[in-house]
Structure formats: structure tokens, C-alpha cells
């Protein structure tokens, strides 16, 4: 199974960027597929994520100004980042997981991690 993410760039502030994650691999249909961020001297954190029932959940600090969605019939999750901040200047990463049931996809151990793309705003 492999997660290539794409869509990174430069962006000034209050722009706008979309990244896009697809997974490949035989029979591969994850439950959950997210995406994390990881800024120059901090830790991952959670961005969002995308449940195949539909329930998505976000990061208080990219609410209401990202969005993710997810086509199921091509493994792939996207997104939309609008408004977008230099604080929001990191790596992102995509993530898919097979685990169903009672999970939370903001600290859930995902089972597949594609290599980050960097996404860098200017003030």
C-alpha cells in the first residue's frame, strides 16, 4: 500500500492551496484517511480527517477555513485549505487506516503514511 500526496507549494497569506493524497495497493479500501501536519521544531499534529460514513472531523485551528473530502471509488482524500495562515506553514501528511468502529481519528495509530508535502505561507 502506498500514499503519495501532492499539491504543496508557496502560498501567501490568505491564499489558497488543495493537496491531494491517493492510495494504491490491491484491495485497499481504507475505513479513515487523515491528514497531519508537522511545523520546524514541533511535534505532528492532527488536521483533519475523513470517515467513510461520511463523519469528518477537523483541528480547531483549521476550522471552518479547510476542507476534506474524500472519493472512495478512487482512494483518494483531499484538502482545500483556504485562508490560509504562516502559522499553517508545515509539512502535511497524508494517513489511511483499516480500523472501524469506536476510534478517534485525531489520535488513532494509522496504518499508512505517505511522504509529506510542504506547504509554506507567507506573511
Known amino acids: 500500500v502506498q500514499l503519495q500526496a501532492s499539491g504543496g507549494g508557496l502560498v501567501q497569506a490568505g491564499g489558497s492551496l488543495s493537496l491531494s493524497c491517493a492510495a494504491s495497493?490491491?484491495?485497499?479500501?481504507?475505513?479513515?484517511m487523515g491528514w497531519f501536519r508537522q511545523a520546524p521544531g514541533k511535534e505532528r499534529e492532527f488536521v483533519a480527517a475523513?470517515?467513510?460514513?461520511?463523519?469528518?472531523y477537523y483541528a480547531d485551528s483549521v476550522k471552518g477555513r479547510f476542507t476534506i473530502s474524500r472519493d472512495d471509488a478512487k482512494n483518494t482524500v483531499h484538502l482545500q485549505m483556504n485562508s490560509l495562515e504562516p502559522e499553517d506553514t508545515a509539512v502535511y501528511y497524508c494517513?489511511?487506516?483499516?480500523?472501524?468502529?469506536?476510534?478517534?481519528?485525531?489520535?488513532?495509530?494509522?496504518?499508512?503514511w505517505g511522504k509529506g508535502t510542504l506547504v509554506t505561507v507567507s506573511s
Open positions: 495497493g490491491r484491495t485497499f479500501r481504507p475505513h479513515i
Open positions: 475523513s470517515i467513510r460514513s461520511g463523519t469528518k
Open positions: 494517513g489511511a487506516s483499516n480500523t472501524v468502529g469506536l476510534v478517534d481519528p485525531r489520535t488513532l495509530n494509522y496504518d499508512y
